[in-house]
């Protein structure tokens, strides 16, 4: 069992900061017959295999005394098998995940097959499972559960991601589509498609702790459903919806 504790106290000051001291004095007093013992030939590709990596019932307390924050990661399980710059390999991770600023618990679950395209900068996760219980009293006993399954490529030159294959859940309230293109440069444009079956309204508000089980609504059976062409362009601050086809009860909008 590994516990790791990192603090910034209210000066600024981290636990940590001799440790990089000592390990950039160390660095630059290396001599250059060292380094060339690492050296790689540009006209060979360097293939790393190892047999895998086993994190099992970690800990990580982050505290921020400047800001009176905190995050703890606890229980944290860690396992990849094969892991290759050459080939995928599997990797798969849980932990929970408890933070004061804003308040937030949750317990997570990640399943992927991962590989790297050097050429192409491509990062691929095949088979992506995510699972997130979200933990607090106002959900429906006491959790709110999510799931997220997909074929997930992170284009790292583009800084663009896109997402195909894609079911996902949140309460009784389901979801499928693809996501052609999310710039995570200041998240500029999104382009994509949802399709969102019918589901009771009221039901899903109770889930998710924005209402009582006793109070009024319209109807309890209100339901609602969605598929819709999603884009949105960042720069001008604006959402558009094309090919929509949505029902709320008996209301059909087209």
């Known amino acids: 069992e590994l516990t790791l504790n990192l603090v910034k106290n209210a000066q600024g000051v981290t636990n940590w900061q001799d440790l990089i001291k000592i390990a950039n004095s ?3 007093s290396s001599t250059q017959a060292d380094q060339e013992t690492f050296s790689v030939s540009g006209k060979k590709k360097l293939m790393i295999t190892l047999s895998g990596i086993a994190i099992k019932d970690a ?6 005394q400047q ?3 905190n995050i703890a990661i606890n229980n944290l399980q860690f396992n990849v098998n094969r892991l290759s710059l050459i080939q995928a390999f599997p990797l798969s991770a849980s932990f929970e995940l408890n933070t004061n600023k804003p308040q937030f ?10 590989a790297f395209n050097k050429e192409q900068q491509l990062l691929t996760l095949d088979n992506l499972q995510l699972n997130v219980s979200l933990l607090n009293p ?3 006993g006491g959790h709110l559960d999510t799931t997220l399954n997909t074929d997930a490529i992170f284009d790292v030159r583009k800084q663009e991601v896109l997402l195909s294959n ?3 859940s949140v309460a009784n309230m389901n979801m499928t589509g693809k ?3 999310l710039s995570l440069n200041k998240l500029k444009q999104i382009n994509g498609t949802v399709q969102i079956p019918s589901f009771n309204v009221k039901q899903f508000l109770v889930a998710i702790g924005t209402m009582s089980p006793s109070n009024k609504f319209p109807s309890d059976n209100l339901t609602t459903s969605l598929n819709a ?5 960042g720069t001008k601050n604006r959402v558009s919806l094309s090919n929509m086809d949505a029902t709320i009860a008996n209301v059909h909008l087209r």
Not at 106 to 113: A, E, P, Q, V, Y
């Open 26 to 28: 160390k660095e630059s």
């Open 59 to 64: 800990n990580l307390n982050w505290q921020d």
């Open 67 to 69: 800001q009176n924050k």
């Open 105 to 114: 618990s949750g317990n997570f679950k990640l399943n992927s097959d991962i």
């Open 138 to 140: 106002k959900y429906t």
């Open 166 to 168: 894609t079911t996902a």
């Open 179 to 181: 996501l052609q293109k």
């Open 229 to 233: 062409a999603i884009n949105y362009d």
